[in-house]
């Protein structure tokens, strides 16, 4: 059976993997089944999934957790009737369909204003994440100070950096592990991982750990 990369791109848009918080065996079972790299426009989560991913493949084997979660993605899940809204309830955009004279077009005209006017009034909620992001060095003697300086040293409109630490990663080699808040809708963090790219005299690369909406 194929994936539906749809259904699966947008389970991946606020979480890292299948299951849980680490790489699984549902991870590995919806990978295989994905054939080749999916298209980053089209599925851009899958795409930073399947890369991340595909760096394990040594490790599979080693992964707990069961391949049941993974058959979720698995062909076409039937559509989802939307539940109509609240405001969808008191307003009546259509009427009746045998109201076709002047004085139903009016009212119906009425109601429509009336509704825009009622959307345009409601504050904008403004979507966030709390994203984990790490940065690999090229090995020990990569100055981490100076990668973390660099890091920090892209300002975008709706980014915002947090705490860091530190995370051993073997041989000695540590990589920053660093909390940041993004505004979903301004800071794309594919672009991110290209601007952190630029500092190639520190970075090996980059990855997004863990991520979840606020």
Do not use: C
Not at 12 to 30: C, F, I, K, M
Not at 38 to 48: I, N, T
Not at 159 to 187: C, F, M, N, R
């Amino acid at each position: 059976m194929s994936v539906d990369l749809a259904k699966l791109n947008s389970h991946l848009a606020t979480r890292s993997y299948v299951e849980g918080y680490t790489p699984s065996q549902a991870d590995v079972h919806v990978y295989k089944a994905v054939t080749s790299a999916p298209d980053a426009s089209a599925y851009p989560a899958v795409a930073r999934w399947y890369n991340h991913i595909k760096s394990y493949t040594a490790e599979f084997a080693s992964f707990s957790g069961s391949s049941k979660a993974g058959e979720a993605f698995f062909g076409s899940a039937a559509p989802v009737k939307e539940e109509a809204t609240e405001d969808d309830d008191e307003v009546d955009l259509f009427g009746s369909d045998d109201e076709e004279d002047a004085e139903a077009e009016r009212i119906k005209a009425e109601r429509i204003a009336a509704y825009n006017v009622k959307k345009a009034a409601k504050p904008k909620t403004v979507a966030k994440s709390v994203v984990t992001f790490e940065v690999k060095p090229w090995d020990d003697e990569t100055d981490m100070a100076k990668l973390e300086e660099a890091v920090r040293s892209i300002q975008w409109e709706g980014l915002v950096w947090g705490a860091s630490k530190l995370v051993p990663i073997g041989y000695g080699i540590k990589k920053l592990q660093i909390t940041i808040v993004v505004e979903d809708e301004l800071v794309s963090l594919d672009d991110l991982q290209e601007k952190v790219a630029e500092f190639e005299d520190y970075v090996q690369s980059s990855d997004i750990a863990a991520m979840q909406k606020l």
